[in-house]
C-alpha cells in the first residue's frame, strides 16, 4: 500500500460549523504533513507531525487546530472558518522526514 | 528564508518534442530537491527526488539534475506525450530544517497530439 488516503474528497461548510479532514497512511510512514493550496499557487506548509509529535506549526490560525491519534492517521479539526479559508487541503507522509514524500489527493474544502 | 521559481510558467509543445523545465533556489544548503506533478484539482504525485549530494536522477523517460552550487535543478521530459500535460513542481528542503519543503509556483505543460 503506498497511498495517502484522505476524507472527504469535497467538504462544504458554514462559518460556524466544526468538521475535521483524515489523513490515513499504511506506509509506516514517521512523519504527516498539513499543506494548503489556493487556487493556481504553491501549496504552503501548515503543520509537521514527527514521530506523533507536532514539530512545525507554520503560525496558523488556531481556527485550525491538527491532531495525530497515532502513526497512520492525522486529522485537522476546522472551526469557525472565513471563505478565504477556501482551498485544497493536501495530507503528506514521509518515511522519516528525510525522504520522500507522498501527498494524497487533497479535501477541497468551500466555506460559506 | 527559500526562495524557489520555475521557469517558464507556461509551456505548449507538440507532441514528441523533448523538453527541459528549470527550476532555481536561492539558498544552496539544501537537504533534497523533489519532482512532483499534480493534475487540476487533484494531489500531488511525486516523480524524482535528488538528495543534496546527487547530481541526477532518471525514471522511464525523465530525468532531473541538479546543480546544487548554482541553486538549479532541471526536469528533462523525453518524447512527450499527451498524457504529460499537467503542472509540474519542484519542493526543495533546507538542510536546517529537512521536514519543510519549499514549493516553486509550477510549470504548466500542454503537450499537444
Known amino acids: 500500500d503506498t497511498e495517502v488516503t484522505q476524507t472527504p474528497k469535497h467538504l462544504v461548510m458554514g462559518m460556524t460549523n466544526k468538521k475535521s479532514l483524515k489523513c490515513e497512511q499504511h506506509m509506516g510512514h514517521r512523519a504527516m504533513y498539513w499543506y494548503k493550496q489556493k487556487a493556481k499557487k504553491p501549496p504552503e506548509l501548515m503543520f509537521v507531525?514527527?514521530?506523533?509529535?507536532?514539530?512545525i506549526n507554520e503560525s496558523v490560525p488556531s481556527r485550525f487546530s491538527p491532531e495525530c491519534p497515532n502513526s497512520s492517521l492525522l486529522n485537522l479539526h476546522l472551526h469557525a472558518l472565513q471563505p478565504e479559508d477556501s482551498a485544497l487541503y493536501l495530507c503528506?507522509?514521509?518515511?522519516?522526514?528525510?525522504?520522500?514524500?507522498?501527498f494524497g489527493q487533497g479535501t477541497r474544502l468551500t466555506v460559506v | 528564508k527559500q526562495e524557489v521559481t520555475q521557469i517558464p510558467a507556461a509551456l505548449s509543445v507538440p507532441e514528441g518534442e523533448n523538453l527541459v523545465l528549470n527550476c532555481s533556489f536561492t539558498?544552496?544548503?539544501?537537504?533534497?530537491l523533489q519532482w512532483f506533478r499534480q493534475d487540476p484539482g487533484k494531489g500531488l504525485t511525486s516523480l524524482l527526488l535528488i538528495q543534496s549530494s546527487q547530481r541526477e536522477q532518471t525514471s522511464g523517460r525523465l530525468n532531473a539534475s541538479l546543480d546544487k552550487s548554482s541553486g538549479r535543478s532541471t526536469l528533462y521530459i523525453a518524447a512527450s506525450q499527451p498524457g504529460d500535460s499537467a503542472t509540474y513542481l519542484c519542493a526543495v528542503s533546507p538542510q536546517y530544517n529537512f521536514n519543510k519543503f519549499y514549493f516553486g509556483s509550477g510549470t504548466k505543460l500542454n503537450v499537444k497530439p
Open positions: 503528506a507522509s514521509s518515511p522519516d522526514g528525510y525522504t520522500e514524500a507522498f
Open positions: 507531525y514527527s514521530y506523533e509529535k507536532l514539530s
Open positions: 539558498d544552496s544548503a539544501i537537504y533534497n
